[in-house]
Each structure stands twice: as C-alpha cells, then as structure tokens.
C-alpha cells in the first residue's frame, strides 16, 4: 500500500481507505449500502489491515449513529493500529441544537463519537457540511480547544465549497487555529466539478482530499450499459436521488473508455476507476466501501498498478465536460490560459 501525506500535514495515510457507511446500515438510504455488524465489520477490518488499509471513515449521521459503534466494535483491541476518521454538523435529530457547527453542537457530537467508537480521541473529524449560521471564528476556536485537549489530532472539511474552505483558513492563520488539511470531496470519472476550483486550492493551501463515492454513486461498477435498463439488483433504483446526477450519454462515453482500458489492462471497471483517480493532484486516500469481503478485494485491486499516460488520457477524454463559468475562458482562450495554465 502507498502511504501519503494527508495534505500539508504529517498524517500520513494509506491511498485507499476504508468507508463505514456499510456497517450497521438502516434507512432508505445506509440501509441499500449495507449493514453489517460486528462480527462482519471486525472479518472486513481485517482484510484491510492485512492489505494496509489503515483509516477507516464513518460519521455520526451514518445510521444514526450506528456505523461509528460497529466501528468501534470492529477495532477493539486494535486502536493503535488504526486511524479513525470521522465527521460531524449534519442533523442528529429535531431539535435546534441536533445539527450545526456552534460551540456546543461541536463539543456535544465529539464526546458522543468517542463514546460510540470506543476512544478517547478521534485522528481526524471533519466538518460534514458549512454551518452558515455559526461564525467561523467560533468553530474554529472550539476545535482548538479540542484538539488541545487532546480529543482530536487532526481536522478538516466535507462539502465545502471554495471561499467557505478559503476563508476558514485564512481565520486559522490569522488566530493560529489548527488548520484544515483535508476535503472530504465527491471526486469520480463522472463527477470531476472538484477540479474546477477545491483541486487549485488544495494545491496552493495544501488540503488533500479524501474522495467519496469514486464511483460515482455506484455508476462505474461495471453493470450498467448503453441500451440495457438499470439492473433489477442495482440500489440505484431506491439511492439514485440521495447523490449527485449524472447524464446517461456522459455516463455511457465514460463506460465505453472504461470497457476498452478494461479490455487493455485486464482490471476491472472500478479498479480502474479508482486507480484513474489515487494518480491526481492532490487526492491523498479514496474511500472505498463494500458490502461483503469479495467487494472488498475486488476494491482492494486498484493499487499496485499504475495506468499508462494514454490510457489515462483516454479517460480523460472520454470524462471532460465544458467548465462553468468563470472558468471554461481559462481552458479555451490562449491568453486565459497562458495566466492560469491547467493543474491536470
């Protein structure tokens, strides 16, 4: 397993990881991912320490809790071994203090997710989504206090946008609060918008990414194909709402690349997505999940190889769709693109 720097930090974490969406999964949604319990998630825990799979992400929104217990379970005995990589601000319930950023919110979800996960301190947590309406020097201060007191090491972002993660850190250099050093980003060969804008700024700020669902939501599996109607097993059918959308002529281009690298490589389709995305700029660990240990080794196959430069710009190609503004005048315009030349 290749080992990187998790952005301008000294974290180092493997190139891919593991996502616990899966475990313990209930509800329209986690529920047509997975659910495992402990004794399945402890067997899949193993198969990705064997492989050097270290860090393992889950959240406290991921069946209400349920996933960051079952983790807990999984790595008992083995804390030391592990990363954990959780997150947190997404609605926990009802009431006016179940969801946000604030002081309190912060403080309440961190002790909860150290108690579902079994430990005293989590190695990195993430802000699920940007709280509008709590300040950002208040977030800020209440994660410094919390890493010095020693629950958290490490912290970053999920979902952001551009300014909201630029102006983040421009309060933590000017306060000297610890600063993000990683994006939590939907990253795949049919959802490539992070490199418009969060790619350059991970580049220059030093924020590495964490890629979710680099498979684009369960589209680059292999199973669906041009003129065949969505497989009668697919979760699509109940998730497809929950994530990002896709065109079904983007999707199907896509697809026939894939098929002929696939053909090329002998991989398959989402080992080669996976590998297309652990070779750009500023990914630090794709996050893989799986439902059962045959998934998992299958996922666990997109390293130890490497894609060729034509093959890679073959899906390139085959991905690319015209930037939105301001910057398609960048990737089209020679005088825009002398100033501002391309980071992929």
């Given amino acids: ?98 969801y946000g950023s604030s002081r309190s919110r912060l403080i309440k979800s961190v002790d909860a997710a150290l108690k579902r996960l079994g430990t005293d301190y989590i190695d990195l947590l993430q802000l699920h989504a940007f709280d509008a309406g709590t300040p950002i020097e208040e977030v800020l201060s209440t994660l410094d206090e919390l890493v010095r007191a020693g629950k958290l090491r490490y912290v970053g972002v999920s979902n952001f946008s551009g300014w909201q993660v630029m102006k983040s850190l421009a309060e933590a250099d000017r306060h000297g609060y610890p600063r993000y050093v990683a994006h939590q980003v939907y990253y795949s060969l049919v959802g490539r918008d992070y490199e418009w804008e969060l790619m350059p700024l991970g580049l220059d700020q030093g924020v590495g990414a964490l890629v979710w669902s680099p498979l684009g939501w369960g589209r680059l599996t292999g199973k669906i194909r041009r003129g065949q109607p969505l497989p009668e097993k697919s979760r699509l059918h109940d998730t497809a709402s929950f994530g990002p959308p896709v065109e079904d002529e983007h999707l199907h281009r896509v697809m026939d690349a894939l098929d002929a690298v696939a053909q090329e490589t002998g991989k398959t389709v989402p080992q080669i997505a996976i590998n297309w995305l652990i070779q750009r700029p500023t990914v630090s660990s794709v996050i893989i999940g799986a439902r059962n240990e045959e998934q998992l080794r299958q996922n666990l196959g997109a390293v130890g190889w490497s894609l060729t430069p034509e093959q890679v710009k073959k899906l390139d190609a085959a991905s690319d769709v015209t930037a939105p503004y301001p910057y398609f005048p960048y990737r089209r315009q020679e005088g825009f693109a002398r100033l501002n030349p391309p980071v992929v």
């Fill in 1 to 98: 397993m290749d080992y990187r720097r998790l952005g301008a930090s000294g974290l180092k974490v493997p190139a891919l990881s593991f996502g616990a969406g899966t475990f313990g999964g209930s509800g329209p949604l986690f529920g047509a991912w997975g659910n495992s319990d402990a004794r399945e998630a402890r067997r899949l825990v193993d198969i990705c320490l064997e492989a050097g799979v270290n860090l393992f992400d889950t959240a406290d929104v991921y069946s209400n809790g349920a996933s960051e217990e079952v983790l807990g379970e999984a790595i008992k005995g083995r804390r030391d071994a592990v990363l954990i990589s959780t997150k947190t601000s997404l609605p926990m319930g009802d009431g006016p203090g179940d």
